[in-house]
């Protein structure tokens, strides 16, 4: 497992991800394996980026109205010893939480949230197994 306040998972939030999977596949070599998401308001396809067979990142479509007015961009998940225990201090460090936590079946419990000053980024307890 990824050690505790590690960086852990980058995904490329983008509309068109067809058009990204080309461009890097050409500039960087990267392959990709597509796999449904599942559940809590997650349909669709999600793209695993490979590198040298190794999974390096993810892929996603932005549709929806939560992704109104929100630019194309790479979203940095880090790795946290116990998600929700941490938002709970998060709250009392001045954060702010943008979507509470929640299980991804096989991948881990994630949270959505937002630091001092703005910036957004995931916190994630990863599954057992998963690096």
């Known amino acids: 497992m990824t ?11 983008t509309r068109d991800v067809k058009k ?6 050409k500039a960087l070599g990267w392959t990709y394996e597509d796999t449904a998401m599942q559940g809590d308001g997650m349909y669709g396809t999600y793209t695993i980026v490979k590198s040298n067979g190794e999974m390096v990142a993810g892929m996603m479509e932005m549709s929806g109205p939560m992704f109104e007015g929100v630019p194309d961009h790479w979203f ?17 460090a001045g954060g702010k939480v943008v979507r509470e936590p ?3 079946p096989n991948i881990g419990r994630v949270a959505i949230i937002e630091v001092p000053g703005g910036a957004m980024q995931g916190w994630m307890t990863p599954a057992e197994g998963v690096k």
């Open 102 to 104: 929640w299980d991804i």
């Open 76 to 92: 940095t998940h880090l790795a946290v010893d116990d998600v929700d225990a941490r938002v709970k201090k998060l709250k009392d």
């Open 3 to 13: 050690a505790h306040g590690a960086f852990h998972w980058n995904e490329l939030m």
């Open 20 to 25: 990204a999977k080309d461009f890097y596949g």
